[in-house]
């Protein structure tokens, strides 16, 4: 047990001399110290680069900030806007297909067309509810405008 405790003994190491000593704190030492006002000079200059940075690093960050919300609220904008006119040309073609509906079915289909050429030949009295162009006649243009609603295709449908 004394042997294992003599290793890690400060005073079993190699004996140094107390010459060697001073020479190794001379050659490890500064040649003179640094005055106090240099001393100050660099922390003061290195504070101002640091607060300026920080004030281009806050800058740059803002701007993002800003750039990144006008994206978010042109984004959603556009969003609604495509909404609305979605919207407003469905009700637009809903309108339509309903009152182009000349037999009642539901839907509007080449029938209606045709049975409104048919009323346009008969030449009997046709009211003016089936005027669908409104062009304030009741005529071909009509039986063209629902011969061509009842092949439209919404757009984006498969």
Known sequence: MAKINEQFDENSGPKISAELKKDLAEMFEPPQSVPMEVDMAILDN?????VRRQWRHNIIRRIGIIAATAAVVIFAFSLDLSRMSKKSTEDSY???TQSADIDRSGRVDILD???LAKRLESAEQIDSSFDMNGDGLVNRGDVDFIAKTA???NKGVI
Not at 46 to 50: D, E, F, I, P, Q
Request: charged share 30%; aromatic share 14%; hydrophobic share 55%.
């Open 46 to 50: 290195a504070g101002r680069k640091l």
């Open 94 to 96: 809903f309108a339509e």
């Open 113 to 115: 067309a045709f049975k």
């Open 151 to 153: 092949v439209h295709l």
